[in-house]
């Protein structure tokens, strides 16, 4: 039996929602000690990390935890044994398990979302966190909102050899984030029996259709939009604006565009200033930079960048390249129409989180829907995901639990 086996799931939602308030305030205390903490680990700068600690934890509401678990599973009473599976009066609810949850390197706290629906679902969750100790700065709250939780919600940091590294094929599930060769060993780890989830790496794009460059003061809308989607965390997240398309002919022109971008970035720069950067990274910005500059010489696109590479906006980057990856850096693709920009992402076989939308065109949202995006949004709005957002494409609750026949 789960530690929080007897604890009706309002409760439990509840102390979720009430603890997250706690961190949604700045001055919390355990919340400034992390934002310092996040802030060493990533090099982030401080405005970049409250950004993203506002946006988890101002998500996480009781409202929206019950809204997501209705939508799910059909009702909060299934959680306590008390209504059956939707269209099955002999299927019931029960908790996962022991439940082991991997976090990723880059996104900030990207582990909290899963460990909180394993806890709406009962389970025993332990966490890997990362050296800033976010989770279990948070986890702690939790316990002091409501006693079961310091038995179900447990984190500690820990390597690969690692002596303290628990062994993954105890674990009922277990939840990782990763590329394509972490997810692959860590599944090589489990038991049998073991349910995993798996978050891979994905990208994100945004369309800029030729009716939002029609005007002036559209264009200048999307191109604040995509500059905040670019520059936080430093592009590195599957959210961040990876590659942008532009269509021809509208009144701005592709070239107009990017200078409008480039302005938008100088700002969001402000706002959200770089923190550390290696070396490396900048050397690599700028000889994107420097190539892009040299095409734009023999009459090939544009580029707009800073003397010291803390950006790169690459006008009419040649198709044939994929997305560059590096921090607050991106090519501008023109196109004729969205199905170009559906075989860019089919040719680079890129897997997308997000596709962000300066207009509602059905034949757009139709590209993007067939290019595998698991969120549309507007631009802007890319590092804004709801807590009901299906990330990667996964359900938030359902792999949580497993179905029991309760046959009389």
């Known amino acids: 039996m789960t530690a929080l ?22 001055d919390f205390p355990p919340r400034v000690r992390a934002t310092e903490r996040v802030v060493e680990r990533t090099g982030y700068s401080v405005p970049v990390i409250e950004y993203a600690l506002d946006r988890l934890f101002f998500s996480i509401t009781q409202r929206e935890l019950e809204a997501v678990i209705i939508s799910e599973l059909g009702s909060l009473d299934i959680l306590d044994g008390f209504a059956p599976r ?18 990723s390197r880059t996104t900030i706290g990207v582990a909290v979302v899963p460990a909180i ?15 800033d100790a976010l989770v279990q700065a948070f986890f702690e709250t ?38 394509d060769s972490t ?14 989830i798996g978050y891979g790496s994905r990208a994100s794009a945004g369309y800029v259709t030729s009716e939002t460059l029609a005007s002036r003061n559209a264009s200048a809308e999307a191109a604040r939009g995509a500059a905040r989607d670019l520059v936080l965390y430093e592009t590195e997240g599957c959210l961040s604006l990876h590659t942008l398309f532009v269509e021809r002919g509208g009144e701005v022109s592709i070239a107009g565009f990017g200078e409008l971008l480039a302005r938008a970035v100088e700002d969001a720069n402000v ?34 960048s800073s003397e010291n590479a803390e950006y790169a906006i690459l006008v009419e ?17 023109a196109v004729d129409g969205p199905q170009d920009a559906l075989a860019y992402v089919r040719r680079h076989r890129l897997r997308l989180e997000g596709f962000a939308l300066s207009s509602g065109r059905a034949d757009v949202i139709d590209a993007a829907v067939a290019a595998g995006a698991v969120r549309l949004t507007r631009f802007g709005e890319l590092q804004h995901p709801p807590l009901s957002g299906d990330h990667g494409g ?6 949580f639990i497993r179905w029991i026949d309760k046959t009389v």
């Open 183 to 196: 997810l692959a060993a860590i599944s090589r780890a489990l038991g049998p029996g073991t349910r995993f």
């Open 86 to 103: 939707a269209g099955r009066p002999d299927g019931w609810a029960a908790p996962a398990g022991s439940t082991c949850i991997i976090s």
């Open 394 to 399: 996964r359900p938030r609750i359902a792999e």
């Open 117 to 131: 629906f394993a806890l709406c679902a009962k389970c025993d969750v332990l966490v890997k966190d990362r050296e």
């Open 5 to 26: 086996a007897q604890t009706p799931v309002r409760k439990i939602i509840r102390a979720i929602a009430d603890a997250a308030e706690r961190w949604s305030d700045a």
């Open 142 to 179: 939790l316990a002091e909102e409501l006693d079961p939780f310091a038995q179900a919600a447990r984190a500690s940091a820990w390597s690969s050899g690692d002596e303290r590294a628990p062994g993954l094929s105890a674990f009922d599930a277990v939840a990782a984030f990763g590329d």
């Open 271 to 304: 706002e959200f200033p770089i923190g550390e950067r290696s070396a490396a990274d900048t050397a690599a910005i700028a000889q994107r930079r420097d190539l892009a500059a040299f095409r734009a010489a023999g009459g090939r696109g544009a580029v707009f």
């Open 317 to 333: 980057q040649p198709p044939s390249e994929p997305p560059h990856f590096l921090p607050r850096t991106i090519g501008i693709i």
